[in-house]
């Protein structure tokens, strides 16, 4: 098993409904991040925690939610989506310095918005 | 904007020629410079990280740098069908705190 999982894997819900992502990592890292993936599209960054700080929100709308309890733990909260929202969403840990540091993704959650 | 450019492709090799991958980035501040595969369906896994101008090898993958051109190679000798996947270029952006952009991937195949 990876050192980041996330769970569920897969997820269809309507516009109206609320559901909530969740992440763990397991490798002693101190930053979390999510990330959504649509088709033909780069990997956007969505949201950055660092020592459970958010230090990053990239113009997400409000309808995408993230929660960071714990340096292990990151939810994303989902409410009134759009269809347009469909996508792999990611998850990835590292260390939040140096800024090099490399940066491990979970397997993803396939999100389908209806 | 920061911006991270890969061609597209499909890139299409014979197995066991070179491919050859490359990347260019926009802002001369970045450090560090990652390549990560993504097969279809699955999430982006690590190939390499390179910091350094010039060259680094990691069994039949090298990466290559030049700061100066901003510009990142990834080379894969050997190719297998198993190479087969997308490549994602990832620079960091400087700023305080662990950041990445990606590139939209370029397509590798590699045909029998």
């Known amino acids: 098993e990876t050192g980041v999982t996330q769970t569920p894997r897969h997820l269809v819900m309507g516009m109206t409904n609320k559901k909530s992502l969740k992440c763990e990592q397991h490798?002693?890292?101190?930053?979390m991040y999510w990330y959504k993936q649509s088709a033909k599209k780069p990997l956007e960054l969505m949201f950055v925690?660092?020592?459970?700080?958010?230090?990053e929100n990239n113009s997400v709308p409000s309808r995408f939610s993230p929660e960071c309890p714990n340096s292990s733990h990151l939810f994303l909260h989902l409410h009134t989506l759009q269809p347009e929202d469909s996508a792999l969403y990611l998850c990835?840990?590292?260390?939040?310095?140096?800024?090099?540091?490399?940066?491990?993704f979970g397997p993803g959650t396939r999100l389908l918005v209806l | 904007q920061k911006e991270v450019e890969q061609n597209s492709g499909p890139l299409s090799v014979p197995e066991g020629a070179i491919a050859s991958l490359n990347c260019t980035y926009s802002d001369r501040g970045s450090q560090s410079f990652f390549w990560y595969r993504q097969y279809s369906g699955k999430s982006p896994e690590l190939i390499m990280f390179i910091y350094s101008n010039g060259d680094k090898e990691d069994g039949r993958f090298t990466a290559q740098l030049n700061k100066a051109s901003q510009y990142v190679s990834l080379l894969i000798r050997d190719s297998q069908p198993s190479d087969s996947a997308t490549y994602l270029c990832?620079?960091?952006?400087?700023?305080?705190?662990?950041?990445?952009?990606f590139g939209a991937g370029t397509r590798l195949a590699v045909h029998p």
């Open positions: 990835a840990s590292s260390q939040s310095l140096p800024e090099t540091e490399t940066q491990y």
């Open positions: 925690y660092s020592l459970e700080e958010r230090v």
């Open positions: 990832a620079v960091n952006l400087p700023g305080g705190y662990n950041k990445l952009i």
């Open positions: 490798l002693g890292h101190n930053a």
